[in-house]
């Protein structure tokens, strides 16, 4: 058996000061920002679809799901396209973030779990926090960021189906 890589690839982006991360292999490209094709009763996170390269590809504004204000676009948003496995398939999404950075390797030793802050908050999509001279890097995993409920709402097959 090989042994585990001492680092990983990530993409970092911010939203608004924060400054977040996923794994390089779920990142399937960055396109600049275009509004989407809204979807009638969608979550509010929900942008709508954005075509590429010829499929639907729901687009979520990370922002509104973590609670934070709604992204207004600058010359700087972009939207990553991701194929991130849930369960038994994978889910093309796109992520708006406010800019991209760079794709920057993190040691494995590096990555510290996310802390215990003592009170109920949800943190179980946080796959680790990396310190920084700056501050901090939240590593996010998108798997766990999505609820059953997400993945059914954000499947472009499903849209339109009663539930």
Known sequence: MAAPALEAQF????L??????VPV???????????AFKIPNGPDYL?????????GVPTIDLRLKLGLSKTVPTSHTRVLVLDIPIEAKVL????????????TPFRRDQIEAAPDIGVRWRSDYIA??????NGFVVIVDLARLLSREDTVALDPHRAGHAA
Request: net charge negative.
């Open 92 to 103: 093309t999404l796109g992520l708006v973030a406010d800019r991209v950075f760079e794709v």
């Open 11 to 14: 993409v970092t982006f911010s």
């Open 16 to 21: 608004g000061e924060e400054v977040f991360a």
């Open 47 to 55: 942008l709508g679809l954005r075509d590429v390269r010829g499929q």
């Open 25 to 35: 292999e779920v990142v399937r490209e960055i396109l600049d920002y275009a509004e």
């Open 128 to 133: 680790g926090v990396v310190r920084r001279e």
